[in-house]
């Protein structure tokens, strides 16, 4: 008599699919991130609160924290805790955001999107760049950040302006691809003979009120 493999496979196949299945859908419902919008509700401003957050979902580090159009109080925040999430967005809020001086603030991948934002951000908090990132500023908005930076390389992008007033000892260039780059502390862009700042064309390196030691050279990627 010949085995009967083919009965046996065709007995155990449709708990196969099922097991796949059921498996597909764990593995789905723990990789799953979600944009995590602020509301303001909680009247406090801290980002420790679940009321300040659409769902009460508090933003993790595979989240991206959004203000937008459902921002509409207190966006003047606190983070209450050190935070690690995938990027910032900010889109329309009802009034410009910022990040209060006290914990630190990691950023991801999706670094600081502020490409379509109507209103500025400015960051107190100490940020660490935890892989590289794009920062990028719409025209006549402006990212300005009062803490030290530190982490891995950042790309300026946009044609809005980036403002630096604090310590850069992030490990890497920065790339200025669009708009412009403001300084006001000559460790801005990095301790001096680690970091180089590539200034591609059109864009501005400029220079304000600088204090501190001299730090990054400027080299400019495709002179004219």
């Known amino acids: 008599m010949k085995p009967k493999f083919r009965s046996l496979i065709a007995a155990f196949a449709p708990l196969s699919r099922s097991s796949l299945i059921v498996v597909a859908s764990l593995c789905a419902a723990t990789s799953v991130h979600a944009d995590q919008t602020w509301t303001g509700d909680a009247l406090d401003g801290f980002w420790t609160s679940t009321g300040n957050w659409s769902g009460a979902a508090i933003p993790g580090a595979g989240d991206v924290a959004v203000f937008n159009a459902t921002s509409d109080t207190n966006t003047a925040t606190t983070l209450g805790a ?20 006290g914990n630190t603030l990691t950023l991801g ?51 809005g302006t980036l403002m ?61």
């Open 164 to 224: 630096l007033t604090g310590t850069n000892i992030t490990a890497g260039n920065v790339p200025l691809n669009g708009g412009q780059i403001t300084v006001r502390n000559g460790a801005a862009l990095g301790p001096a003979g680690t970091n180089t700042l590539n200034q591609a064309n059109g864009t501005t390196f400029r220079i304000e009120s600088v204090s501190g030691a001299s730090g990054a050279a400027v080299f400019v990627s495709n002179p004219i």
């Open 109 to 159: 991948s999706s670094g600081i999107d502020m490409s379509t934002a109507t209103q500025n951000l400015s960051l107190a908090s100490p940020i660490v760049a935890g892989v590289s990132q794009s920062w990028n500023v719409r025209t006549g908005r402006t990212l300005t950040v009062t803490s030290e930076v530190s982490g891995t390389s950042i790309t300026k992008s946009g044609d």
């Open 82 to 101: 050190t935070f690690s999430i995938k990027g910032l967005n900010i889109v329309d809020p009802i009034a410009a955001v910022s990040i209060a001086a």
